[in-house]
């Protein structure tokens, strides 16, 4: 799962040369006597540093619990349809929109706009008020300004907001995971990139090393600004070409492996050694994501030049899993999900929504009472798989906004509307996988 000071008592350990991983074991008892997965321990032996643990860690499941701020950073027409619209720009991505304002200055106003109203300070007390205590928050290659071509459309002057953001996540006490979710050229052909390419252009020498700049920016900021002390992963790409999109693309398996073979290994070089050149100690430094092996872009583990303080993202949507149209079937099958494989990993991604076709059938309709105790049933369910077989979860995504309108995308209004429990550890006694 992360946490980036899995190191932080290796030297405490009795015998161990390598990174401890929370969750791995319910208790370590160091030389001292002093139990290392035991917070207020920690804190009394004067050994927790900043980004060890998010402050609930010490659920009784030990798990990460958090929720993506989606929409925020890079928008994403279909979770927030008002947003472009507002702007009176195309609202096919970032990019698009950028282009088609075709008034720099406007454009920066426009998103300066959505950067600082649409998630607040109040949010996160809100998350940590439901038990939460985690936030993974996508941001594109451009927030860093001076790797960004004259030929590419962007909004600017992301950078203070980000600050801002990620200081109300440490003011609150969770613990945050920055991904590189739109990268140079986009990584695929999705408007999650922040632009529309008709074929990735991600994986060359050129947009490699943009983003290793935009890697060790952040590292250095991560290592530097007080405000990031709660920053303990860094993700190297979110949702990369699979093996499986040659069908589409004939160069797909061609880049996961270029991306495999090169940029990850650089990559995480490039983060250590910024590390190196600001004297972290190895205790402090980041813990390095990538995408796990299920996603299907091979072993991301099979390069690096070492596995210290890796750890592994897995996104699992239900509502494409081919899963039988029936209720049952759904809870069935998320009961037994195992999201093992690659270690540690966690499940980054996932969704209350079911297959397009039923999903506002009477019978799945989340407004219906008559249906409500089935979301129950199935995001607990959800929740004891992911913290059962992985070490926790990050549901997509906090807030929607627009004509969207769905609990089941949507954390805030799903416990609105009684489909998510405000008490997590509530889901372990609904009887959802009995």
Avoid at 68 to 82: K, Q
Wanted: proline share 4%; glycine share 8%; with cysteine.
């Amino acid at each position: 799962m992360l946490l980036t000071q899995y190191a932080l008592f290796t030297s405490l350990l009795a015998a161990t040369s390598q990174a401890w991983l929370p969750g791995e074991h319910r208790q370590i008892i160091s030389r001292d006597g002093v139990d290392l997965f035991n917070r207020s321990s920690l804190h009394e032996a004067g050994l927790l540093r900043k980004r060890y643990l998010p402050d609930n860690y010490g659920n009784d499941k030990n798990a990460i619990r958090g929720v993506n701020l989606g929409s925020l950073f890079i928008v994403e027409d279909w979770l927030s349809d008002d947003v472009f619209k507002g702007f009176g720009c195309s609202n096919k991505s970032e990019f698009d929109c950028v282009l088609s304002i075709n008034d720099q200055d406007k454009a920066n106003r426009d998103f300066r706009g959505h950067w600082g109203s649409w998630i607040t300070k109040d949010d996160f007390t809100q998350m940590v008020s439901y038990g939460l205590n985690t936030v993974r928050i996508p941001v594109g290659y451009w927030f860093l300004e001076s790797i960004v071509d004259k030929s590419e459309h962007f909004p600017k002057g992301g950078e203070h907001y980000l600050d801002q953001v990620v200081g109300w996540a440490k003011d609150a006490g969770l613990y945050v995971i920055i991904v590189l979710h739109g990268a140079p050229g986009a990584q695929a052909t999705d408007a999650f990139t922040g632009q529309l390419n008709p074929t990735p252009g991600f994986y060359s020498t050129y947009n490699y090393d943009r983003a290793y700049q935009w890697l060790e920016w952040i590292t250095n900021k991560v290592h530097t600004n007080p405000v990031y002390s709660t920053v303990g992963t860094l993700e190297l790409v979110n949702e990369p070409e699979r093996n499986s999109d040659t069908a589409k693309y004939p160069d797909a398996k061609a880049n996961t492996d270029s991306m495999r073979q090169t940029y990850y290994p650089t990559a995480w070089s490039k983060i250590r050694a910024k590390e190196s050149s600001l004297n972290v100690p190895s205790d402090s430094q980041l813990s390095i994501m990538m995408m796990d092996q299920k996603w299907g872009s091979g072993d991301p583990k099979e390069y690096l030049p070492d596995l210290n303080l890796a750890a592994y993202d897995d996104h699992q949507y239900v509502k494409y899993a081919g899963v039988a149209e029936d209720k049952d079937a759904y809870l069935r099958f998320s009961c037994n999900d195992d999201r093992s494989g690659n270690w540690p990993v966690f499940v980054g991604e996932w969704s209350l929504s079911v297959a397009t076709d039923v999903e506002w059938t009477d019978e799945w309709n989340p407004n219906r009472d008559e249906n409500k105790d089935f979301y129950r049933k199935w995001w607990a369910a959800q929740v004891i798989s992911y913290e059962k077989t992985a070490q926790g979860w990050v549901f997509w995504t906090w807030k929607t906004s627009g004509s969207l309108n769905d609990p089941r995308w949507d954390y805030k209004m799903g416990v609105a509307a009684g489909l998510i429990g405000t008490n997590i550890d509530s889901a372990y006694s609904m009887g959802a996988c009995s």
